[in-house]
């Protein structure tokens, strides 16, 4: 199957500072890629649609200017979050789809894991 | 709105069958995922049904009824490393992102 990658897999930071976590497609193109947030024993809770050369798409309650979001190239999404707040602690997984294959099966990178002090 | 129900834990023994269901009630329909995560990780591909019937991997099998909006992941001959969150998920639509049930811990014990 496909393979989804992210860095870094652990980001431990201060309050106040930002954090870019960063999502790679490594043997497929996604020009659609998603980046969910997990807290601990919770499910997967999508936070935006990251399209490639355009504006990502953000879920109610997602704050589009505290979660920013490019995705400049057809394997490569960032996710920054600005102003990192202990809040902002959780588990933060991309996935992508690839299209030129069964397009059915939403590959996942193996996750960042955020902790904000 | 979307939303899919799903036990919340099971137990059961080493060796034996265990079925975890899952109902969705979402805007459209492409197809029903199932996806397994140890603690710590992130979560793997299972399996995935976009027709009714059963699809079988190995020891793992998922059933999906359309008309009932229900479906189901069978794992036989368990194992102890099988204890993990199992989520469904669901497609809405052409490439539309999945949305997830809150997923159910299975425990196996010996």
């Known amino acids: 199957g496909a393979v989804v990658s992210q860095h870094p897999s652990w980001v431990i930071c201060k309050s106040g500072t930002s954090v870019k976590i960063e999502c790679r497609s490594l043997?497929?193109?996604?020009?659609?890629m998603f980046w969910y947030r997990q807290f601990p024993k919770q499910s997967l809770m999508l936070m935006a649609t990251?399209?490639?050369?355009?504006?990502?798409?953000?879920e109610q309650g997602v704050e589009k200017d505290k979660f920013l979001i490019n995705h400049a190239s057809l394997t490569l999404s960032t996710l920054t979050v600005t102003s990192a707040h202990p809040e902002d602690s959780s588990f933060y997984i991309c996935?992508?789809?690839?299209?030129?294959?069964?397009?059915?099966?939403?590959?996942f990178g193996p996750g960042t894991r955020l902790l904000v002090l | 709105g979307q939303s899919l129900e799903q036990p919340s834990e099971v137990t059961a023994v080493e060796g034996a069958i265990v079925q975890i269901n899952c109902t969705y009630q979402?805007?459209?329909?492409?197809?029903l995922s199932w996806y397994q995560q140890h603690d710590g990780g992130a979560p793997t591909f299972l399996s995935y049904?976009?027709?009714?019937g059963l699809e079988e991997t190995g020891r793992f099998s998922s059933f999906l009824s359309r008309s009932d909006s229900y479906g189901y992941l069978l794992l036989q001959e368990l194992q102890m490393k099988d204890s993990a969150s199992y989520f469904c998920?669901?497609?809405?639509?052409?490439?539309?992102?999945?949305?997830f049930g809150k997923g159910t811990r299975l425990s196996v014990i010996a």
């Open positions: 996935s992508a789809r690839d299209l030129s294959a069964d397009g059915e099966t939403q590959y």
């Open positions: 043997d497929f193109q996604a020009t659609t």
């Open positions: 990251s399209n490639e050369g355009s504006k990502a798409t953000y």
């Open positions: 979402t805007s459209g329909f492409y197809g």
């Open positions: 049904n976009a027709l009714d």
């Open positions: 998920a669901v497609q809405p639509s052409g490439n539309t992102p999945l949305v």
